[in-house]
Every structure is written in C-alpha cells, then in structure tokens.
C-alpha cells in the first residue's frame, strides 16, 4: 500500500537558519502531495501541495518540489523564523487531495530565537 | 480558510460505554469527510470515509461495528466509539472535504480507563 517516511524530530534551528525536512513516498498511480502544518493546540492545516511531477508547491516562504525520480517531496525554506516552530506532515493523496490522505508521522520543528 | 469543529476536544470513559464524537464543517457543506486516528508519535490513520446520505467506506482492518459512522447532513458528521475498551484510547482527528481540499478539526482526545 501507500506510504509516507519523513524525518522524524524534534528539529531544533536557529532563527534564520535554513530548513530541509525530508519526505519520501511510495505509491502507485499517480498521487498528489501535500504538506500540512499542525501549530500548537490547533487542527492541521495546508500548507502546500503539487498534484503532478515537477510541479514546485510554495507558501510562506516555504517550498517542496514533487520529484518523481526520487519519489521524493522535501519541504525546505531559506530562513525560518520562531513563528515557524510546528509539527509538519507530508501526505499524498488520490484525486487531487479529494480523497483520504496518506501521512507521514510528523516532524517537530522548534526554532529558537 | 473554511472551519472544522469537533466536539468534544478531551473525553475520558469508563471501559465498555459508548462515545460519540462529532465533526462539523462551520462554514461550508460537506458531502464527504473523513475520520482518521492518530496514535502517539506515529502517523494519522484514515479510518473511514463519510458520506452525507450514505454508508461511510472502512480502511482495511478497521472494525465497522466498533467504529460507528453517521453523516446524516451536509455539516455533521459523528463518529461513535461503541463499547469502549483502553485500547482505543486515541487522538481522533476528522477532515471536511470542499471541492478538492481537505479542511481539518482540531482533534478529540480519547482515554478509555
């Protein structure tokens, strides 16, 4: 079946320091994929997403591109900032994101100051 | 971005009770949402999917008659835990579907003594 691997934390930087959390995925078809943001005490929420290979997903400052190649989705942004601290989760999903997602188990990000 | 609520955010039960668990889309129709669990340090698990008006779909190895699923308007869907035991003890997480994105609740925390 379908499944996600991404580092898992925490993930302790700098600020202004860059970011990579890694995220691997197998699949079959095609799926789309997705990073979701879980900021204390509040519900997952899209962060960015790429339906197709190539497609470069952004938000905020943050990036990941969809590499077929390396079954691969890293979500990476130049200087983070404390507001950034968070769990991240990257997904895939069929249709879109209009069906049940996939997850990877999450990466504790804590920026200091 | 469109608003899920669950209700309640925290339970704790006795073993062997049934819980009910609700799921509401504040500010736009849903006819489809999805229940997922998510154990501690490991990765969100879909569970079912929630039709308005019809029989909600089970991942594989989750128990229908345990896991109790009703979506009976376009705003509600309720996931019913029925006799209880510790091992249900979870973090339940539920989703509300809008074109093609997935809008998430904020999650409701189980304890089954």
């Known amino acids: 079946g379908d499944s996600v691997t991404q580092m898992e934390g925490p993930v302790t930087l700098s600020e202004e320091a860059f970011l990579t959390i890694n995220c691997t995925y197998t699949?079959?078809?095609?799926?789309?994929l997705f990073w979701y943001v879980q900021y204390p005490g509040e519900g997952l929420q899209l962060l960015l997403k790429?339906?197709?290979?190539?497609d470069k997903g952004s938000n905020k400052g943050f990036e990941a591109t969809y590499r077929k190649e390396t079954t691969s989705f890293h979500l990476e942004k130049g200087s983070v900032q404390v507001s950034d601290s968070a769990v991240y989760f990257c997904?895939?999903?069929?249709?879109?994101?209009?069906?049940?997602?996939?997850f990877g188990k999450g990466t504790h990000l804590i920026i200091q100051p | 971005g469109a608003v899920v609520s669950q209700h309640p955010s925290r339970v704790i039960c006795k073993s062997g009770t049934s819980v009910k668990i609700e799921c509401r889309s504040l500010?736009?129709?849903?006819?489809?949402m999805f229940w997922y669990r998510q154990f501690p340090k490991k990765s969100l698990m879909l569970m079912a999917t929630?039709?308005?008006?019809?029989?909600?779909?089970?991942e594989q190895g989750v128990e229908k008659d345990k896991f109790l699923i009703n979506h009976a308007s376009l705003t509600l869907s309720t996931l019913t835990v029925t006799s209880a035991h510790p091992e249900d003890s979870s973090f339940y997480i539920c989703?509300?579907?809008?074109?093609?994105?997935?809008?998430f609740g904020p999650g409701t925390r189980l304890t089954v003594l």
């Open positions: 989703s509300a579907r809008d074109l093609s994105e997935q809008f």
């Open positions: 699949a079959t078809g095609y799926p789309s």
């Open positions: 790429a339906t197709k290979a190539d």
């Open positions: 997904a895939l999903g069929g249709g879109g994101g209009a069906d049940g997602l996939t």
């Open positions: 500010d736009f129709q849903a006819t489809t």
């Open positions: 929630s039709n308005e008006g019809s029989k909600a779909t089970y």
